[in-house]
C-alpha cells in the first residue's frame, strides 16, 4: 500500500522506515519544518483547556508519551475505524503512520485487547442464557461493512465478498483476512473483478477457506 508521510523530514524518515518494514511503500512530503524561534522557553504553563485539570494534563500525547497511560479517546478513536474481528497488522500500519513507537503501539494495542476482552465478558454476562442453536440451523454472523469499507468496496463487489463467504463456508476471521488483503492489495475503488482476481490468487474460488499470509 502507497502511504504518504508528511509529518516534518527527520520524524518523516523515521516513520518511512517503520512502513517499509512492513512492506508499505511510503511517500515522503513533508509539509512541515521545525525550526528554533531563538525565543526564551515559556515560564509558566500554558493557558490551554488541555491543563485546566490533571485528568485533561495526561490526555496530552507528551504526558502520554511520559506515563505510558493509553486514553480512553484514542481506544475509542480505534473501535470506531476498525470493526471487531480486524487483522491487528491494519491498526499498526495505521498507528506507525501517525508517528507512534514500536514499544507505544504494542501498548495501545494490548489496551486495546483488553478493553475489547472486558466487552465481550460484559456481553456475555449480560444475556440471558439460551439453548445453542443447532449445527445445520445456525446462520452466520452477519457483516455490515465499516464505513471505510463502503468507501472502498462497491456495493456489488461487498455482496459478491458475502455470496462467497455463505458459498465456501468461511468463518468471520477467514472472512476478516480476505477484506484485509484486499484493502491492502487493491488500490482505489474496489469492483467485483478486481474481488474475483485477489480470490482466484489466493484459492479461495473453492469451496475451502482461503489461507491469508
Do not use: C, N
Not at 512530503?29 to 525550526?35: F, N
Not at 462467497?164 to 469492483?191: F, M, N, P, T, Y
Amino acid at each position: 500500500m502507497r502511504v504518504l508521510v508528511t509529518r516534518p523530514e527527520k520524524q518523516a524518515e523515521r516513520t518511512a522506515e517503520r512502513l517499509r518494514a512492513l512492506g508499505h511503500a511510503p511517500l515522503v512530503a513533508p509539509v512541515l519544518r521545525i525550526e528554533p524561534t531563538g525565543d526564551p522557553p515559556p515560564t509558566s504553563r500554558p493557558s490551554s483547556p488541555g491543563w485546566s485539570d490533571a485528568g485533561r494534563a495526561r490526555s496530552m500525547p507528551g504526558v502520554e508519551e511520559a506515563t505510558g497511560e493509553v486514553p480512553d479517546a484514542l481506544l475509542a478513536e480505534l473501535r470506531d475505524r476498525f470493526p471487531a474481528g480486524t487483522d491487528p497488522a491494519a491498526v499498526r500500519v495505521y498507528l506507525a503512520a501517525r508517528g507512534f513507537g514500536d514499544d507505544r503501539i504494542a501498548r495501545i494495542l494490548s489496551a486495546l485487547a483488553a478493553r475489547a476482552a472486558g466487552g465481550a465478558a460484559r456481553d456475555a454476562t449480560a444475556a440471558s442464557p439460551s439453548p445453542a442453536p443447532e449445527p445445520d440451523d445456525e446462520l452466520p454472523p452477519l457483516r455490515v461493512a465499516a464505513p471505510y469499507e463502503r468507501v472502498r468496496f462497491t456495493t456489488e463487489a461487498w455482496g459478491q465478498l458475502l455470496r462467497q463467504r455463505d458459498a465456501a463456508g468461511w468463518s468471520l476471521a477467514e472472512l476478516e483476512q480476505v477484506i484485509e488483503r484486499a484493502l491492502l492489495h487493491i488500490d482505489g475503488r474496489i469492483a467485483v473483478d478486481d474481488l474475483r482476481t485477489l480470490l482466484d490468487g489466493v484459492g479461495a474460488g473453492s469451496a475451502d477457506p482461503p489461507t491469508v499470509h
